[in-house]
């Protein structure tokens, strides 16, 4: 069973869909750049390892880290599976020869994607797939339909027990929801990058999870000091004190900090379970302006 002592402890998001608030991003396992093996394939075991010991069930990945690596290495260490443990992965991108990331949103790109997942995991079905779409860190205006029908029909097919969405604005995740049930969205949020506050508020009150990615990226120097300021107070480190405020944020926010280094995995968990007053609250919000 998931652990109690986790920072923020679970999230149900479906009846079968109960995941820890403190969760795990794999993408750092695969090589520089995520492309290629890994430089420490027995730490990257170790560390996936180290995940489910702490109590950790939720694992987000993709098959185009690497590609494939990443998945490869994560059957590889955990393999017949916790009972417990739910495996996320994304869909809507692709990587060439050169290590690039177009695009991959076509139906037959969408279900070969989805048979790499499968296969390289080891599952018959995967817990949850996100369809990934816009650029690099933020959303592209425009339909998402096609390709997230494409998704629907395979969840009903069975390959698929929940959908999600990622990088997407309001508009995008109603008109997914008018398709198919949507159980998470997986946007770039932080302290620093607060575009989607208004909307991380209206699907918590929908009971869907928001699972920001790059939650401790782009912050400024100004914003660093700041965060600095604060870390100092609690005697933590800085990004202890962002991962922990955005547990506090909203009880829907879910996190997938990633590591390759089981004594930093450790650290990011004891680090998310700082309890912030409401001043250290109030001085941080203000870093976005």
Not at 17 to 44: C, E, N, S, W
Not at 105 to 134: F, H, K, Q, S, Y
Request: with cysteine; net charge negative; proline share 7%.
């Amino acid at each position: 069973m998931p652990s109690t002592t986790l920072p923020g402890g679970t999230v149900k998001l479906a009846d079968d869909l109960i995941l820890t608030r403190m969760g795990y991003g794999a993408m750092q396992l695969a090589g520089p750049h995520v492309f290629g093996p890994p430089k420490d394939h027995d730490g990257a075991i170790a560390v996936l390892r180290e995940v489910v010991r702490l109590g950790i069930n939720h694992i987000d990945t993709s098959d185009f880290y690497g590609p494939h690596i990443t998945n490869q290495l994560i059957k590889e260490a955990l393999h017949p599976y916790p009972e417990q443990l739910r495996i996320v992965t994304k869909v809507g991108a692709r990587r060439d020869a050169e290590g690039n990331w177009p695009r991959a949103l076509a139906p037959d790109e969408l279900r070969e994607a989805i048979d790499d997942n499968l296969t390289n995991l080891g599952l018959g079905a995967l817990d949850v797939v996100n369809l990934r779409v816009g650029g690099l860190d933020s959303p592209t205006p425009g339909s998402i339909a096609e390709p997230f029908r494409v998704l629907a029909e395979m969840q009903r097919a069975g390959l698929i027990r929940h959908l999600g969405v990622s990088n997407v604005t309001a508009e995008q995740i109603a008109e997914a929801q008018s398709i198919a049930p949507v159980v998470c969205v997986q946007n770039f949020y932080n302290i620093a990058n607060r575009r989607d506050d208004a909307l991380i508020d209206s699907i918590a009150e929908q009971g869907i999870g928001y699972v920001p990615f790059f939650p401790l990226g782009g912050f400024t120097p100004l914003q660093s000091e700041t965060l600095s300021n604060v870390a100092a107070r609690f005697n933590a480190k800085p990004m202890s004190v962002a991962l922990a405020w955005l547990l506090q944020r909203s009880p829907n926010i879910l996190l997938i900090p990633g590591t390759s280094s089981v004594e930093h995995l450790r650290e990011n968990v004891t680090g998310a379970g700082i309890r912030l007053p409401d001043e250290a609250i109030k001085e941080l919000n203000a870093i976005a302006g």
